[in-house]
């Protein structure tokens, strides 16, 4: 015999008036803040949505009087790309009347196929439109995704979109009704948004634009994981991938993956400012000027990789300090590097290129090595006891490398810091997806023991250049910023992200560096600790294979 299920009882919500204005239609949706009804306006028969927050919100201490002074804000939302909210109060709970938009979601349009690209830049412009506006009124949505993307045709205008559920914001310039929850979608979530470092506010929202221009183009999010924990580490920790790394025949172009890239970086202040400046950006790609994929991908970016030296191994190679003997010298063979200068300063190029490349060891002194198209690291004596590092990855000259980068090196070899550092800031600023001026930054800031800022620009030559997470230089920057006392865990956050590849210099480092709490914190990452001074167990370590 069958057993037939009673049916549900009827919502009670359903044809109630509220406050004599609102009538109750239909039921639309339901998520994780509340319930989304169809109402309208008794009076005009306007068509309205009425959205009930669920009950465990509003029992937060204070929770009304902060609910009033948000939905009063997102009230002064006036913009064709934002769907306002009309009206407020508490009827059983607390509830907001918005405008009722009909139309597809964004994840409908894009489970229907590839977008292409011209209809993706529109796509993108309005949305940022919309924020710009909410951003100038104090308020961030703090949960963007597809789902919360309509198009629509209003007016006769195609792909109109309209941007929903700003009633769930946090307002930057009052207190917030959803201070001390994790509000968000993990896929789409900035790293600030789940306990990383930074404040969360306008920028985030940036960051959520860059995962949706990715998964829109690349046809995948950046970051995929069944484990919510896992997804959010990975946008707290790991280097986001590239366009071209993701659709390797896609033919976008440098420009447009250098903004994405841009915009989902790590920490918020190597984001954009402001929507404004994220739409310019967008709009001054060749994407975004309407040229064609075949004209874009004529002009994509070699696939070869950049490279950049540290401070002190330039001035080596180009004669400023001459090694000297010391037994302590760092275990490492270090990757040489050929740099691509004037035939007359190409001589003395050679000439350091035969003592060796080292950070900041002091090698013994031995017979050079001959000088070939292709040179190869120098074997050094005494190096029996220490531990074995990943061969070094060849690399290939830097064909487009930006001639200030040079320049720079030149710079600092001859102490000119100030003046280089000020020289690459400006090769970042307007070059925001190049390596090389990240690196040497953060090679300057680690020699002037400038921990967190020597670890924001190593993330950003990380980011715009992945094949810096096994550069030993950097790797051992980063390990000495680790005697950093208010930072360290946001290192030791960074050198796990890089995996097996940093375990040697950790190992070295935890034996044999000076400073204590550098041989107790590498000793920590080594047997699967998170920081806070104490050694861990060895047992489950990250690093251990």
């Given at each position: 015999m069958d057993v037939v299920e009673?049916?549900?009882?009827?919502?009670?919500?359903?044809?109630?008036?509220?406050?004599?204005?609102?009538?109750?239609?239909?039921?639309?949706?339901?998520?994780?803040?509340?319930?989304?009804?169809?109402?309208?306006?008794?009076?005009?028969?306007?068509p309205v949505a009425v959205k009930f927050l669920h009950p465990w919100i509003a029992a937060q201490k204070a929770f009304l009087s902060r609910f009033e002074n948000e939905a009063k804000a997102m009230s002064r939302l006036a913009h064709p790309h934002c769907v306002s909210v009309i009206d407020f109060g508490v009827d059983g709970a607390p509830y907001l009347v918005m405008d009722f938009v009909t139309g597809r979601?964004?994840?409908?349009?894009?489970?229907?196929?590839?977008?292409?690209?011209?209809?993706?830049?529109?796509?993108?412009?309005?949305?940022?439109?919309?924020?710009?506006?909410?951003?100038?009124?104090?308020?961030?949505?703090?949960?963007?995704?597809?789902?919360?993307?309509?198009?629509?045709?209003?007016?006769?205008?195609?792909d109109h979109l309209r941007i929903l559920d700003f009633g769930l914001a946090k307002l930057r310039d009052g207190p917030a009704m959803t201070a001390g929850l994790a509000v968000g979608t993990p896929s789409y979530m900035s790293p600030e948004q789940s306990g990383g470092p930074g404040d969360v506010d306008a920028r985030s929202d940036l960051y959520a634009v860059?995962?949706?221009?990715?998964?829109?183009?690349?046809?995948?999010?950046?970051?995929?994981?069944?484990?919510?924990g896992e997804l959010i580490f990975m946008h707290r920790e790991q280097p986001p991938p590239r366009l071209r790394e993701a659709v390797s025949e896609?033919?976008?172009?440098?420009?447009?993956?250098?903004?994405?890239?841009?915009?989902?970086?790590?920490?918020?202040?190597?984001?954009?400012?402001?929507?404004?400046?994220?739409?310019?950006a967008l709009a001054a790609t060749p994407e975004g000027q309407g040229r064609t994929l075949a004209a874009a991908a004529r002009k994509a970016r070699p696939a070869s990789k950049t490279t950049v030296d540290t401070v002190s191994a330039?001035?080596?190679?180009?004669?400023?300090?001459?090694?000297?003997?010391?037994?302590?010298?760092?275990?490492?063979?270090?990757?040489?590097?050929?740099?691509?200068?004037?035939?007359?300063?190409?001589?003395?190029?050679?000439?350091?290129?035969?003592?060796?490349?080292a950070l900041r060891s002091h090698p013994a002194a031995g017979p050079s090595a001959p000088v070939a198209s292709a040179p190869a690291p120098v074997p050094r004596p005494g190096r029996s006891a220490a531990p074995a590092l990943p061969p070094p990855v060849p690399v290939p000259a830097p064909a487009n490398e930006d001639p200030r980068i040079e320049q720079a090196r030149q710079m600092l070899a001859a102490n000119q810091t100030a003046d280089a550092v000020s020289l690459l800031e400006r090769v970042r600023a307007e070059k925001p997806g190049d390596a090389d001026a990240p690196y040497?930054?953060?090679?300057?800031?680690?020699?002037?023991?400038?921990?967190?800022?020597?670890?924001?620009?190593?993330?950003?030559?990380?980011?715009?250049?992945?094949?810096?997470?096994?550069?030993?230089?950097?790797?051992?920057?980063?390990?000495?910023?680790?005697?950093?006392?208010?930072?360290?865990?946001?290192?030791?956050?960074?050198?796990?992200?890089?995996?097996?590849?940093?375990?040697?210099?950790?190992?070295?480092?935890?034996?044999?560096?000076?400073?204590?709490?550098?041989?107790?914190?590498?000793?920590?990452?080594?047997?699967?600790?998170?920081?806070?001074?104490?050694?861990?167990?060895?047992?489950?370590?990250?690093?251990?294979?």
């Open positions: 009673p049916p549900a009882p009827p919502d009670p919500r359903i044809g109630h008036l509220l406050q004599g204005r609102y009538r109750i239609i239909s039921k639309i949706a339901s998520g994780a803040m509340g319930v989304v009804y169809r109402g309208e306006r008794v009076q005009l028969g306007r979601t964004l994840r409908d349009v894009m489970l229907q196929g590839p977008v292409p690209v011209a209809r993706t830049m529109k796509i993108a412009q309005q949305l940022l439109s919309g924020l710009a506006h909410a951003h100038a009124q104090g308020i961030v949505h703090r949960d963007l995704k597809p789902e919360n993307l309509i198009l629509t045709a209003e007016d006769g205008l195609e860059g995962v949706l221009l990715f998964e829109i183009l690349a046809g995948r999010k950046p970051f995929n994981s069944e484990n919510v896609g033919g976008y172009s440098p420009a447009l993956e250098a903004a994405i890239d841009k915009a989902l970086s790590k920490m918020p202040q190597d984001r954009f400012s402001s929507a404004g400046e994220f739409a310019a330039v001035r080596r190679r180009l004669g400023a300090d001459a090694p000297a003997a010391d037994s302590s010298a760092e275990p490492a063979p270090r990757q040489w590097r050929l740099v691509w200068i004037g035939s007359g300063f190409l001589l003395i190029v050679l000439v350091g290129l035969t003592i060796g490349r040497l930054l953060a090679m300057t800031d680690f020699e002037a023991h400038r921990w967190s800022e020597g670890l924001a620009n190593a993330q950003s030559a990380v980011r715009n250049n992945p094949s810096f997470r096994t550069d030993g230089d950097l790797i051992r920057g980063v390990i000495r910023s680790l005697a950093n006392d208010r930072g360290y865990e946001r290192s030791q956050s960074f050198l796990r992200g890089l995996g097996p590849g940093a375990t040697p210099y950790l190992k070295e480092a935890a034996r044999r560096d000076p400073n204590a709490r550098v041989r107790e914190r590498a000793a920590e990452l080594l047997g699967g600790g998170r920081g806070g001074g104490g050694r861990s167990s060895a047992g489950g370590g990250m690093f251990k294979r």
